[in-house]
Each structure stands twice: as structure tokens, then as C-alpha cells.
């Protein structure tokens, strides 16, 4: 049989996916909705020209509603099929023919996206999202202007911070000043920058004058110069503001001096302004009993303020 006599238009599926290689990634639509719930976030079913593998975990994408678009997270990334038998026999797609027919319609992919907020198009303000989007709504990646609705413009009071995953054109800025009216936190796994992104942050605060921060730096990642594990060094926040807009103390001055690095106070900590409940909370560090602590405690009692160091004086007459 020849190709001109099959009842399907060969030339046209095999340019399906020619043509979209020519279309931009902001524009292209990557599915449709057709599951999911607000605590467990969207089921979307990707188009048959979508490729799975251009897509990645933690990219935006806009879900476009009724009046509504909802701003999500990719969370999750599934192959699935129509027939599970696919999975026990997979078909011969050598041919192209039989591959533009089965990828997208009987073997197809998935993805579940966790709604973030919602952007009401009458005033383009984004909101929590309490709602999710009616089945068959279709999907996009998000654009340069559904980021900036959501995180704001570069101003004096948004701070950017960094690109997005697979918008490396957009830029994330942050409302500094909503920043330090709430409790932040930057969590991740060992290795992927959260002291760089948390001194990134810290930085914006400054150079903005939004708020005074306290730092308690137990590593030495913020107050002067830090090395990243691919050993490049980056300048601390003391260097890059000065001792006018930043202090550094340390309680170390003789290791602060073998790193190089420049302190303006030293911290001393008096042997009566210690309690028990201080040395209690260190516990697991120093591998305390519970007899310890409780023996910390009757001697606070009987020796008052300077129980420390009448501890660390004490001779046999006074055990």
C-alpha cells in the first residue's frame, strides 16, 4: 500500500511535531485539565505534540480559567495509557507512522501541578487560591507577565533574586517589605544554595533599609567572605556593605582571625550569666544525662549566680 492510499494524512501527523519546533515555548499550550482537587493539585493531560521530556518539576505554568488564571507549580511528571497492555507489549514505533499514532493518544503524558495563586483578570491582582479551574481548561507555561503579576516588577521595593526553572528571561522579585512583615524560611536539600539564597535575601533587606536583621551565623556563611563547593568564594555581607551598615561580632576572635576575617565587637559571656536551662537545651550536643541536668540545677540553687565558676574552682571541701 502506498502512502497516498491510507485514509489518514501521513504528511500532516509526521509535521506535527516539525511545526512545533517553530512555535515559542511561552505560547505553546501544554494540556488540559482533567483532574485533580485544591489539597492534591491538578491532573493535566499534555498535548500529543507536548514532549514530556522539555517539561520539568518546579516549572510555572497558568492554568486559564474563567475570568481566572491560575498560577501552578509543576510537582509531579507521569506516563500513562489508555490500555494496559501497552506496558506488557509495547508496539513497534519504528515506523513513524505507527509512533505519531500511538504517543499522545494511546500512550500519553501527564502532569499534576500544585495551584499557587489565582490572578483575577478584571484587576490582574493575584490572590489565594480557594478554587480550582473547571475540567478542560487549558494550560500554558507561564509567561513574563503572569511572573511579574505574581512577584511584581523591579523597584525600589521588589528585589530580584534569581530566574525561574526554563524561564531563565524572567526574573523572581520579591516584595522586601511583605518579606520582613512574616516568618521566611529556605529549605532544600544539602548542597543546593540555601546559605547563598538566604545571604541574597538578607542583602536585599539591607540595601533596601526594609528591616534590621539578626543573624546567627554558626557557620560563618554570612559575616565575611564564604567559599561554595565548587570552591568560588563570595564576598559576605560585611564586605559588601561595610561597617557602617553591618557589625560583626564574634565569640571566637583567635578562629576569626585564621579565616581572614574582619569583626568589630567580641562577644564575652560572663560565667554568672550562665543558667541551667542554657546548658539544658545543649543537651544532645554535649551528651548530657539527665543526672547532669538535674546536679545543674541543685547547684544553681545552693550556689546562687556564680555556680559556674565555683564549679570550675571548687576542691574537695565544697563536694
Sequence with gaps: MQRSDLPYDVDAILRRDMTSQFVSDEDMRLGVVVGGSLSKGLVIKLDGAQSVEELAVGRYIVVRGDGKRFFCMITDIVLDNTNPDIQSAPPDISDPFLSAIYVGTAAYGKIQAQP???IDDSD????PVKTVPGHFKQVFNATVNDVNAVFGEEDPTHFNIGSPLELETTQINLDLKRLAERSTGVFGKSGTGKSFL???L????IARGTAVALIFDMHNDYGWAATDESGVQAKGLGQLFGSSKVSICTLDPDATRRRGAKVDF???IGYDEIEPQDIEMLRVTMNLSDAMIDAAHDLRKRWGKGWVKKLIEADSNDM
Design 124 to 127: 490582574g491582582k493575584p490572590r
Design 266 to 268: 567580641e562577644v564575652r
Design 116 to 118: 499557587m495563586l489565582v
Design 198 to 200: 538566604t545571604r541574597m
Design 202 to 205: 538578607i542583602a536585599g533587606v
